[in-house]
C-alpha cells in the first residue's frame, strides 16, 4: 500500500513536522519505507510518501494517543485530496 499526501507553500515548521511524521512512521510496524520529498518544479510542493505493508499497518500508525498527538496539526495542512493507494489487482471493486 502506498501513501502520498501533498503539501504546499511548506515553511519550516511544516517541513519539521512532516519529518517528525517520517521518523515517526519509521519506527511503525508494517511500515517499509518513508519519504519527504520536494518537486522539481514546483519547490514549495512536497510529499510526504510512505510505502506499508498492508492497509491495516497504515491505519494503525494512524491510531493511538501519539499518533493523535503529533499527526492532525500537520496533516491538516495537507492537500486536500485522496492520499491511499493499492495495487489495482488487490481492490476489490
Do not use: T
Amino acid at each position: 500500500m502506498l501513501a502520498i499526501s501533498r503539501f504546499s507553500k511548506v515553511d519550516e515548521e511544516l517541513a519539521r513536522g512532516l519529518q517528525s511524521i517520517a521518523e515517526f512512521w519509521r519506527s511503525r510496524p508494517g511500515c517499509l519505507d518513508v519519504e519527504v520529498v520536494a518537486n522539481l518544479d514546483a519547490p514549495d510542493l512536497w510529499a510526504l510518501v510512505s510505502r506499508w505493508r498492508d492497509v491495516g499497518s497504515y491505519r494503525r500508525a494512524l491510531s493511538g494517543n501519539e499518533a493523535k498527538l503529533l499527526l492532525p496539526p500537520i496533516l491538516i495542512r495537507a492537500i486536500d485530496e485522496p492520499s491511499a493507494y493499492l495495487d489495482p489487482q488487490e481492490l476489490h471493486l
